[in-house]
């Protein structure tokens, strides 16, 4: 009998359908992946099941009962925590005073619960767990894999019986992540239903009992998890054979591009130099010495920021317009711009790239996520610079686009050129890099070259144990 149905959900937003006719079973007491690339529909099945949004038409039963949540309130309830890929943490406050807040929170009032009652909860579950957290420590102090257990602990508060991961390691060091997926298993052993979302299918294939594809919005199949592989997986994920093949090391130019300040480290023509490291670890101030130093020698540069809303767009421009702001010399001559010119660039950006919609006189704030990124990477790339600055070019990409970026990149650098390369994701930066260095609180270590360094040594480096 199923835990947890879905039967023929459909989620409608405006003009779009995130999901469409979803009949997805779960059973009690098991893992169960959901995963398909961005715009999917796999975060809004989810949402639904939290009563963060309310479905269009279908119905959800739980444990043979209708279950149709108008909150999260609801969720919580039927013992159903959600566990979000970016913490819902207050930094400023103590860890132990987060989870008072939670714990309050959970019954519609603003009374707190009893300190000493919320701590010693605590610390039963962290002796359970093997797990170490100051309590009393601000937030804004923890490790990121203290946060994220902090996140765990703050769900387990309520006895869920249902907890929803998503991306559980996508800012973990490999130790990290290997502990997490641990007690994954641990906590289904314990009777729990777990349901995973995570793009880092060797994961999924290592913690789950089955895997559900979806793709547009629909269902494609669910298996048994010994039933696919990793590469079908990604096939059946964005509905072709995906070439991961390992990228030849490039024949590094020993010409210096430029050298990154206050550092030994010199950039080389035909190379990516990765930076490697969680997220916080010095990397914006990195970032911010190299475009300084960009612009004191008048290099042209190519800029993917890390945050493409705040750093790289204006939402209400459309395609045309921020071609122009970025490519201003390439398009106006004597103060006149070059409108054919800068229309023809704009519809074959768009075509090369795959952004949906083709309009290119649509403002930037109606594409989706994944459709900026593909946009902003293909712009960058356009006037073929010096040197590009590369932030985590695949955030909010699927599998597809991924693909798509890797492949630019590693042809762009081999064409003389020089690219920097700061991405949280290790296998990203691993697959790319011809050197890397690592971060670890605003301290670098390396340049190592490519095979240099295994995951786990690269693991000790980010979580500073060396």
Not at 34 to 57: M, Q, R, W, Y
Not at 271 to 284: D, L, P, S
Not at 437 to 464: H, R
Request: aromatic share 8%; proline share 3%; with cysteine.
């Amino acid at each position: 009998m199923s835990y947890i149905e879905f039967r023929n959900i459909t989620k409608i937003y405006g003009d779009s359908v995130s999901c469409r006719d979803v009949s997805l079973s779960i059973k009690k007491s098991t893992i169960h992946a959901i995963i398909g690339e961005n715009g999917a529909g796999k975060s809004t099945l989810v949402k639904l099941l939290g009563g963060v949004t309310p479905v269009t038409s279908g119905e959800i039963f739980l444990n043979g009962n209708w279950y149709s949540p108008q909150s999260a309130q609801d969720a919580f309830k039927n013992k159903i925590a959600f566990i979000h890929q970016h913490f819902v943490l207050a930094e400023e406050l103590t860890a132990l005073d987060n989870l008072i807040l939670s714990a309050s929170s959970n019954f519609f009032s603003l009374y707190l619960k009893n300190t000493d009652d919320v701590y010693s909860r605590a610390q039963f579950l962290l002796k359970r767990f093997g797990w170490q957290i100051d309590l009393h420590k601000l937030v804004k102090h923890l490790s990121v894999g203290e946060q994220q257990r902090l996140e765990i602990l703050k769900a387990l508060m309520q006895e869920p019986d249902i907890i929803i991961f998503d991306e559980p390691t996508a800012v973990l060091t490999p130790q990290e992540s290997d502990e997490l997926l641990k007690f994954i298993l641990q906590l289904k052993s314990e009777g729990k239903t777990i349901i995973i979302i995570s793009h880092k299918l060797n994961e999924i294939k290592f913690v789950a009992d089955y895997v559900s594809v979806l793709r547009q919005g629909q269902l494609v199949s669910s298996h048994l998890k010994t039933d696919i592989t990793v590469e079908q997986m990604a096939e059946l994920m964005i509905g072709r054979r995906v070439n991961k093949n390992k990228p030849q090391a490039n024949n590094i130019d020993e010409k210096i591009n430029i050298k990154i300040p206050n550092t030994d480290i010199e950039l080389k023509k035909c190379e990516i130099f990765g930076v490697i490291g969680i997220e916080g670890n010095g990397q914006n101030q990195l970032i911010e010495k190299l475009l300084k130093k960009f612009n004191e020698n008048c290099m042209s540069y190519g800029d993917i920021t890390e945050d493409r809303i705040k750093l790289s767009v204006f939402e209400n421009l459309d395609l045309r317009e921020h071609l122009l702001l970025k490519h201003k010399n390439k398009f106006i001559s004597n103060g006149v711009i070059n409108s054919k010119a800068l229309t023809d660039a704009a519809k074959k950006l768009v075509i090369e790239w795959d952004v949906r919609p083709q309009d290119i006189n649509k403002p930037l704030s109606e594409f989706s996520g994944g459709n900026q990124q593909k946009f902003v990477v293909g712009r960058e790339l356009l006037g073929e610079p010096e040197i590009l600055l590369a932030a985590h070019p695949t955030r909010g990409v699927d599998l597809g686009a991924q693909e798509k970026i890797h492949n630019s990149l590693l042809s762009y650098a081999k064409n003389n050129k020089s690219i920097v390369l700061v991405s949280s994701d290790l296998d990203e930066a691993l697959f790319l890099s011809d050197r890397f260095i690592i971060l670890n609180k605003n301290k670098i270590f390396g340049p190592f070259k490519k095979d240099e360094l295994n995951e786990q040594e690269i693991g000790l480096y980010m979580a500073g144990e060396i």
